[in-house]
C-alpha cells in the first residue's frame, strides 16, 4: 500500500466498488484518508431506550424497542406506505416506511421484538417515526454509533463498514505520526490513529457533546494537525511570493476613464481606492497576492474588472475564476457586457459547451485574441493554452482550498514569470482570523455599498406563526416579486430528510398558495437539475425557490424580495447574513425573515437581535465569534462555508496559534515531516509546494 494514505483510493478498501466510488465521490470522498476524515456528524445513543408514553418533543430523536403489534401497507404502487405499529409496555408508536423494498414485509413480522432509531413526530397526539433505523436488540452498547453524512447510493450501513475498513488498515507506515510530539502542548495522550478509532467509535464514557461539535481532544488532534499543514502551505506560498518573478504592468489612466465612463454608474469611493491598490501591486515585479473582502452586493465584478483592464490594456490577458457554472455564466454575462464598448474580447468555459463551441473558446484563449477568460476551475485544464496570461481573478476565494491556490500558481507560472492573482471573497473574516488565515496575502477592504441600497429589513418569527408569512407572499407574488424559502438541514446524516425536508415545506407551501409556482433546490439533485432549477428561479418562471442552505444560491435574482429562513437560529451569523445577501440586489423593499423554534436559547435570541440591526458584514462576523453558544449550532459542514476537511476556523480558533508555532518549528527543523504533512493534506498540491 501507498505510504501517503491520501493518496490511496478508496477503491482499495474491501467493499468499496466502482459504484460506491462514484457515489463517494460526490461527497468529496477520494482517498481512504478522505474516507477516515468523513467524521460522524452526530452519534447514536443506543444504550438508551425511551419508553413510548415518555416521547414528547416533536423532532428528537430516540431509541424505540419494542414488540411489533400490527403491519399494514396503505396506499397503492409508488406511493404506498408500510406501516409498522411497534408497542412496549407504554404506548404504541407507528412506522411509516416509504419506499419498502419487497424483502422488508417479510423481515418484519409480528411478535417480532426490535429496536428502532429515528426522529420523533406527532400525528394527532400520536408519536410516529418516519424511515428510521433499525437494528437488533441484543447489539454491543458500549459504543456510540456514528451517523454520517450521506449521498444517493450509498446507505448509513454501507458507510459505516466502509469506514470500519479504512480504519483497519491504518497502520504507523500508512499513518505516522508527523507532529513531534514535544510540539503540541494539549496532549491526548492517544496515537493519530487511536484518536481516528475514537472519533468514529467513541466510548458511552465519552461527552456527546463535545464529540458532537468536534471538541473532543481527539478531534482536536486531528484538526491541530490540519492547522499546522495549511500554515506550512501558506509558508511556502510566502516564499514563493519573495521570488520577485512577476511582471510588472503599468497603469494606463486614459483606458480607464474611457471605460469608468461607459458604465450606467459612477463606482463607489471603496472600489476606486481598491482598485488603486490593485494598480499599485501590479506594477511591481513581484506577483500580486491581494484579497478583496467586500461585502455581498459591494460591488466586487468591478474591481475585478478594473484590475483585468489594466493587464489587457498592457496587451496580456486576465482570468476571472468562479466557483460554479451558474456564477460563472453570470460573470461572463456581466463583464463581456462591460467590454463591450471598447472592443474586448472575452471567452468563457462552461461544462455545458459542446465540443464545438468550446474548441472555438479555447481558440479564442490560446490565440490571445480574448483578453478576458472567464469560467470554473475548467480555465485551467491541461487544454487550455493562454498566450499571456497574466493576471487571475479568483472569486469567492472561500470556496476554494488552499491547496488550490499552490496548484494554481506553479500552473499559470509560464516562462518563469508568476502571474498576479487577485482573490475576492464575500465572506467577512474578523481580522484576528484574517492574519492566520491570509498570512500570505495583502487585504483590502471594500466597505462601501453602492448607493441606493435600500437595507434589508429583518425580522423574528416563531415558526409557529409562518402562517402569517402567507398573504404577504401570495400579494407580492401576484407583483411579480419572488421568494426564497430555505430550509434547514437538521440532520445532515439523513439524506432522505433533505428532500423530505424541501418537499415538505414545498408541500406545505402549495397546499396553502396553490396559484403559486413553486420549485425545489436541494444537495441531492443531479447539478444540471439544480441548474435548470436555478435558471427557471432567474427568469422569473418560479415564484417561491424552496431551497437547502448548502445549495448554490449566488445568482442575482433582484425580483426576490424576500428569503425566509427556517430554523434560524441554528446558524451561524455569517451564514445567515450572506443568505440574507440574496434579496436586496434590486431596488425594490426587500425582507429576511428568520424563523425561530419556540425553544431558542438567550445566546440565540442575542445572535439574531445582531442581524436585525446590523447589515455589516465585518462586526457581524465579530459577533458571530463572540457569542457562539455552543449547543444551538449544527456542525461545520452543513454550513457549507470554509475548505478545511476537518478544521472550521470559527470553531477552532483557539488551535490557530498553536498551528502557527508548531508549524515554523517543522519548518525550520523537521524537513522530512513538512514534506510529508503537506503530502497528506494537500496530496495535490505537491509539485507546487515542491516548486
Ligand atoms: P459582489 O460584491 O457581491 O460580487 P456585485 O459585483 O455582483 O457584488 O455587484 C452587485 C450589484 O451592484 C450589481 O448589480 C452591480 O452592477 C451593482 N454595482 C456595482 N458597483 C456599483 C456602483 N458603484 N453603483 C451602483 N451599482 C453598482
Ligand atoms: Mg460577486
Not at 218 to 236: D, G, M, P, W, Y
Request: charged share 20%.
Amino acid at each position: 500500500m501507498n505510504s501517503i494514505i491520501s493518496q490511496e483510493p478508496v477503491n482499495s478498501v474491501s467493499g468499496i466498488g466502482p459504484r460506491a466510488v462514484s457515489a463517494l465521490k460526490r461527497l468529496g470522498i477520494t482517498t481512504i484518508w478522505d474516507l477516515i476524515l468523513h467524521f460522524p456528524t452526530g452519534y447514536q445513543d443506543r444504550s438508551q431506550i425511551t419508553p413510548i408514553a415518555e416521547l414528547s418533543r416533536e423532532g428528537e430523536y430516540a431509541v424505540i424497542r419494542g414488540t411489533i403489534s400490527r403491519t399494514a401497507i396503505n396506499g397503492t404502487g409508488k406511493n404506498s406506505i408500510f406501516n409498522i405499529f411497534l408497542s412496549d409496555s407504554t404506548g404504541t408508536l407507528r412506522i411509516s416506511i416509504f419506499h419498502f423494498k419487497p424483502y422488508q414485509l417479510q423481515q418484519i413480522t409480528q411478535e417480532q421484538e426490535i429496536c428502532v432509531y429515528g426522529k420523533i413526530s406527532f400525528f394527532n397526539g400520536q408519536p410516529q417515526m418516519t424511515n428510521p433505523e433499525f437494528f437488533n436488540s441484543h447489539e454491543n452498547q458500549h459504543s456510540f454509533t456514528p451517523v454520517y453524512g450521506l449521498t444517493h447510493g450509498i446507505k448509513m450501513t454501507a458507510m459505516r463498514k466502509y469506514i470500519d475498513s479504512a480504519l483497519a488498515m491504518l497502520n504507523s507506515d500508512n499513518l505516522a505520526e508527523l507532529i513531534p510530539e514535544n510540539l503540541i502542548t494539549e496532549h491526548s495522550g492517544y496515537t493519530l490513529r487511536q484518536c481516528f478509532q475514537k472519533i468514529h467509535h467513541p466510548d458511552i464514557s465519552e461527552s456527546l457533546l463535545k464529540l458532537a461539535e468536534f471538541r473532543s481532544i481527539f478531534c482536536k488532534r486531528i484538526i491541530l494537525e490540519e492547522l499546522t499543514a495549511h500554515q506550512l502551505s501558506l509558508i511556502k506560498l510566502r516564499e514563493m511570493n519573495n521570488r520577485n518573478n512577476g511582471l510588472a504592468i503599468s497603469p494606463i489612466p486614459k483606458l480607464m476613464n474611457k471605460f469608468v465612463k461607459s458604465l450606467p454608474f459612477k463606482p463607489t469611493g471603496a472600489q476606486l481606492r481598491v482598485t488603486d491598490e490593485i494598480i499599485h501591486d501590479l506594477g511591481q515585479n513581484i506577483p500580486m497576492n491581494r484579497l478583496v473582502q467586500g461585502d455581498v452586493g459591494a460591488g466586487k465584478t468591478l474591481v475585478a474588472a478594473m484590475a483585468a483592464l489594466t493587464v489587457v490594456g498592457n496587451g496580456y490577458q486576465a482570468a476571472i475564476m468562479a466557483p460554479t457554472e451558474i456564477l460563472a455564466e453570470q460573470h461572463a454575462e456581466k463583464i463581456s457586457k462591460m467590454f463591450e464598448s471598447l472592443n474586448i474580447k472575452t471567452a468563457t468555459l462552461l461544462g455545458k459547451y459542446k465540443a464545438a463551441q468550446k474548441k472555438t473558446q479555447l481558440k479564442l484563449i490560446e490565440s490571445g485574441e480574448a483578453g478576458i477568460i472567464i469560467g470554473t476551475h475548467a480555465i485551467f485544464q491541461d487544454a487550455v493554452h493562454y498566450a499571456n496570461l497574466k493576471l487571475i481573478v479568483i472569486d469567492e476565494q472561500h470556496r476554494f482550498g488552499v491547496d488550490q491556490r499552490l496548484k494554481l500558481r506553479s500552473k499559470a507560472e509560464k516562462d518563469g514569470i508568476t502571474p498576479h492573482v487577485l482573490a475576492m471573497t464575500a465572506t467577512p473574516i474578523p481580522r484576528t482570523l484574517a492574519q492566520t488565515m491570509y498570512a500570505d496575502m495583502k487585504v483590502s477592504v471594500l466597505d462601501e455599498l453602492p448607493p441606493g441600497r435600500t437595507p434589508i429589513k429583518t425580522f423574528m418569527l416563531s415558526t409557529e406563526h409562518k402562517n402569517k408569512l402567507l398573504p404577504r407572499i401570495m400579494e407580492n407574488c401576484q407583483k411579480h416579486l419572488q421568494v426564497y424559502w430555505v430550509c434547514c438541514l437538521v440532520n445532515e446524516s439523513d439524506t432522505l430528510e433533505e428532500c423530505q425536508d424541501t418537499e415538505n415545506a414545498r408541500d406545505y407551501l402549495q397546499t396553502n398558495l396553490p396559484d403559486l409556482k413553486i420549485d425545489i433546490v436541494h444537495g441531492q439533485m443531479k447539478a444540471a437539475e439544480k441548474e435548470a432549477a436555478m435558471i427557471k428561479f432567474k427568469k422569473g418562471e418560479t415564484d417561491i425557490l424552496v431551497a437547502t442552505s448548502v445549495i448554490e444560491v449566488g445568482v442575482d435574482v433582484p425580483n426576490a424580495f424576500l428569503i425566509v429562513i427556517e430554523n434560524a437560529e441554528r446558524y451561524g451569523l455569517a451564514q445567515l447574513h450572506q443568505l440574507r445577501g440574496r434579496v436586496g440586489r434590486g431596488k425594490i423593499e426587500s425582507y429576511c425573515c428568520l424563523l425561530c423554534s419556540d425553544s431558542i436559547s438567550p445566546a440565540g435570541i442575542e445572535r439574531m437581535e445582531v442581524l436585525k440591526e446590523s447589515s455589516d458584514g465585518f462586526y457581524i462576523a465579530e459577533k458571530d465569534l463572540e457569542i457562539r453558544g455552543p449547543g444551538d449550532l449544527m456542525g461545520t459542514r452543513q454550513t457549507g462555508e470554509m475548505i478545511f476537511k476537518a478544521a472550521n476556523l470559527f470553531r477552532d480558533q483557539d488551535l490557530l496559534e498553536q498551528a502557527a508555532t508548531i508549524a515554523s518549528s517543522i519548518h525550520s527543523n523537521y524537513p522530512e515531516h513538512e514534506t510529508d504533512l503537506l503530502k497528506r493534506w494537500y496530496p495535490d498540491g505537491e509539485t507546487a509546494s515542491q516548486a
